[in-house]
């Protein structure tokens, strides 16, 4: 049992058995504790349990609240418009005021969808928490979260439908893939990036991690060795992964390990994939280790493993990397850890050139392993929970189990045969794949998108400002830190920024006009018995020469059949 504190000095003239706990402040416990409430209560606290990414968002809608984080000159904030005090206002949290807010968001910014306004709501709830150091009351909550879905969805005729959460199941990934490294045309500032991309790929379905936790693997996090089974004998090389940097690490130190072996497609091998960044990066211990090398190793008798080392100097390095100077090729050196972004950009644009009509995310992958584990037999809530990182299987269920009925409920209730294969075929992603199908815009297109109005008026007076810099000061150089030079920099970002805007625009339409006349046509075309047209649609082709050598290679032992490699088989490939 604890033992009550008893004070060193005790000051006369404090009642006796009512003091400070501490020797120095001669005050009665009563005032004292008052005075701490007090100002534990005027204390604004910040939480130190959000991820940098939540602390970025509460940032912004912190700006959006009270004026003072962003200048007045560039744009108007709710509280400095209204005129009220933007701290003790929050701190009142009167229903009546943030409903207010959030009209005047959708009257100041493009809102299209009530779940948008709704994740505003939680992120000016985590404001309040910052100011005040508690929750915002259960009954502002339902106040607010009501007038959102009711009145403001109504007045500014939000959408308040679900967006699709499709999943990549392997099917689906085997695309993707294929895509990746066979037919796709788009380079990267260095090609070691498409192996990342790939690795990334790979161990996001296999883990169902977040981006956030893969994207700062570092070489300490890996353990590669070759393990021995007692009862067999067999030998397999294994890698095991300690995913430390996951949501929860806040609030809880519980890493995650994973444990993955060789798989007979190399396409789908995590470990060929790490082996080939780590020979890359010359990060084993041992010299002149090649994967071949690793491939062949065994374990010594008497012994159950065989350890493969790193550097040291190698542990607290990145797996997955990016330069942040300007260039490309074999030649830029990758020090940095590859921003979440960037790999976001690079997954969705594979998804379009893949032909997906949905978007693909990283996410797709996540939701399908978390199905995959959930339909498991082997497999229960808490291994699916301790999987995907979740506190309740509420989590799950709310978010992440696919709303597509993957049951055929039709011969359930006929008491026929299941036909389960076809419902789960009719739900991929894969599913509407066309290769006929516009990917981007041609050449003719761009130009006639160049020849715009609104980006007309801007050449023009981007023109105007060239040649008013080149009268005064001769070369454009010499202008910078001048306020023309920095307005000529901000046209021709105007200009970049219309145009991207204007021909994803485009190209949507130009998609969407597509989608409503092929199935047409194509239905037209059996019913007429046109064999011209009703030939088939073959799959986009290969690039006819890939820039880089290795890369053919990859796409030949990855997409070969099996029967087509070299006498020493799976090893070779």
């Not at 000529?488 to 145009?499: A, E, G, M, N």
Request: glycine share 4%; with cysteine; charged share 25%.
């Amino acid at each position: 049992m604890v033992r009550r504190k008893v004070p060193y000095n005790i000051p006369p003239a404090a009642s006796a058995g009512a003091y400070s706990p501490t020797a120095k402040d001669h005050v009665s416990a009563h005032d004292y504790y008052n005075r701490r409430y007090i100002e534990v209560d005027k204390k604004r606290r910040v939480t130190g349990l959000y991820e940098d990414s939540t602390k970025s968002q509460m940032n912004r809608m912190e700006g959006l609240w009270r004026e003072s984080f962003y200048s007045p000159a560039t744009a108007a904030r709710y509280c400095k418009v209204v005129n009220i005090d933007p701290y003790h206002t929050l701190k009142k949290s009167p229903a009546g005021r943030i409903n207010n807010f959030f009209h005047w968001m959708c009257n100041e910014y493009t809102v299209r969808k009530v779940s948008s306004v709704t994740t505003y709501w939680h992120q000016l709830s985590q404001v309040y928490i910052k100011y005040k150091g508690r929750r915002i009351s259960p009954l502002v909550l339902k106040k607010v979260y009501e007038f959102i879905v009711g009145p403001l969805a109504q007045e500014h005729s939000l959408d308040d439908s679900e967006t699709d959460k499709p999943l990549l199941d392997a099917e689906d990934f085997l695309e993707v893939l294929r895509c990746h490294w066979v037919t796709d045309t788009n380079s990267f500032p260095h090609e070691r990036q498409r192996v990342q991309v790939a690795t990334l790929l790979l161990l996001a379905a296999v883990t169902g991690s977040r981006p956030g936790a893969l994207l700062g693997i570092t070489y300490g996090d890996i353990e590669l060795f070759v393990l021995r089974d007692k009862k067999t004998g067999e030998v397999a090389l294994t890698l095991q992964l300690r995913l430390k940097k996951t949501k929860s690490r806040q609030k809880r130190k519980r890493p995650k390990t994973y444990t993955l072996f060789i798989d007979d497609n190399p396409m789908f091998c995590v470990i060929s994939h790490i082996v080939a960044l780590a020979y890359d990066d010359e990060a084993f211990r041992v010299p002149n280790v090649t994967p071949r090398v690793l491939f062949t190793l065994r374990v010594r008798p008497g012994l159950n493993s065989q350890p493969i080392q790193w550097h040291d100097e190698m542990k607290d390095k990145p797996v997955f990397r990016t330069s942040s100077s300007p260039g490309r090729g074999k030649g830029q050196q990758l020090y940095e850890a590859l921003p979440y972004g960037r790999y976001q950009e690079w997954v969705k644009r594979l998804g379009e050139e893949t032909g997906f009509v949905q978007v693909l995310t990283t996410y797709c992958l996540r939701r399908a392993a978390g199905n995959a584990i959930n339909d498991d037999p082997n497999s229960n809530e808490a291994v699916r929970n301790l999987v995907l990182d979740h506190a309740t299987s509420m989590i799950f269920q709310r978010n992440y189990l696919s709303r597509m009925i993957r049951y055929d409920t039709q011969a359930a209730y006929r008491g026929t045969a299941s036909r389960g294969a076809l419902i789960v075929a009719s739900h991929r992603m894969s599913r509407m794949i066309d290769p006929r199908r516009p990917r981007r815009l041609s050449l003719q297109q761009f130009k006639h998108l160049r020849q715009d109005a609104s980006i007309h008026k801007l050449r023009e007076y981007q023109q105007d400002l060239y040649n008013r810099i080149r009268k005064k000061y001769n070369f454009i150089y010499r202008a910078e830190g001048q306020p023309i030079y920095k307005e000529h920099q901000q046209v021709k970002r105007d200009i970049d920024r219309l145009l991207k805007e204007k021909g994803r625009a485009l190209k949507v339409q130009i998609q969407a006009d597509y989608d409503t006349t092929a199935p047409m046509q194509d239905m037209l075309a059996q019913i007429a018995v046109d064999e011209a047209v009703l030939s088939p649609v073959q799959p986009s082709p290969p690039p006819a020469k890939y820039t880089f050598e290795e890369r053919a290679r990859i796409a030949q032992a990855f997409f070969d059949p099996p029967g087509s490699a070299k006498p020493n088989g799976n090893l070779d490939r």
